[in-house]
């Protein structure tokens, strides 16, 4: 199975400020055929379901706020907000779709500071 | 609009069976996959199976594998999830996501608000 590990755990961060989460795979999860990395962010707060944010690593959702950018190829992702608004706290994850079973990472909390 | 509503959940004894139930509404469940995904208390998002848009294909994760069946019923718009031999650490929120197109790897972009599954004795 591919094992999703991201990093950090939670993390606080000032109002405005720039918020990096990162995500490593155990396996490349580049399909080289179309060169698509299979690869998802998602953002969960707590009684509502989780949203999609960016897939394909780095394809922004329609209605996602482009504060929300996603990078990285092969093993290695990272989600950044590049301005962290008050509504931004939640669990953010990443999750694989290139190989079944597919996997997600533990999650990264993200604070207000 | 796009929607997504699960139910069946409720609480059961170790080893017993509970079949969940995923309605969609405004558009057409032959034409994605949809996904099963749970969160137990206090823990992350775990993916747990997945039926290809027109059912003939069914993948799961290795935690429910023989004992979790995932079934669709074109007719109803509405894919299932049949849990036997249900274990404590089955407890969570299950939630239903469609994938995006018909390919069965791909993001899921609309979830249902989930429903609880409770194992205990």
């Known amino acids: 199975d591919i094992v999703m590990t991201q990093s950090p755990d939670s993390l606080a961060v000032s109002l405005g400020e720039r918020a990096t989460i990162n995500c490593k795979s155990s396996q490349s999860v580049l399909f080289n055929s179309n060169n698509k990395n299979y690869l998802t962010w998602y953002q969960h707060k707590p009684g509502q379901p989780p949203k999609l944010l960016i897939y394909?690593?780095?394809t922004r959702e329609s209605g996602v706020p482009d504060r929300f950018s996603g990078s990285g190829s092969g093993t290695d992702f990272t989600l950044t907000i590049s301005s962290l608004q008050a509504e931004d706290v939640a669990v953010y994850y990443c999750?694989?779709?290139?190989?079944?079973?597919?996997?997600f990472g533990q999650g990264t909390r993200v604070e207000i500071k | 609009q796009v929607q997504l509503v699960e139910s069946g959940g409720g609480v059961v004894q170790p080893g017993s069976s509970l079949r969940l139930s995923c309605a969609a509404s405004?558009?057409?469940?032959?034409?994605?996959?949809l996904h099963w995904v749970r969160q137990a208390p206090g823990k992350g998002l775990e993916w747990v199976a997945v039926t290809s848009f027109d059912g003939s294909n069914q993948f799961y994760a290795d935690s429910v594998k023989g004992r979790f069946t995932i079934s669709r019923d074109t007719s109803k718009n509405t894919v299932f999830v049949q849990m036997d031999s249900l274990r404590t650490e089955d407890t969570a929120v299950y939630f239903c996501a469609r994938g995006i197109g018909v390919a069965l790897a791909g993001p899921l972009d609309h979830w249902g608000q989930g429903t609880r599954v409770t194992v205990s004795s």
């Open positions: 999750h694989q779709y290139f190989r079944t079973p597919y996997t």
């Open positions: 405004g558009f057409t469940l032959s034409n994605h996959p």
């Open positions: 394909w690593a780095s």
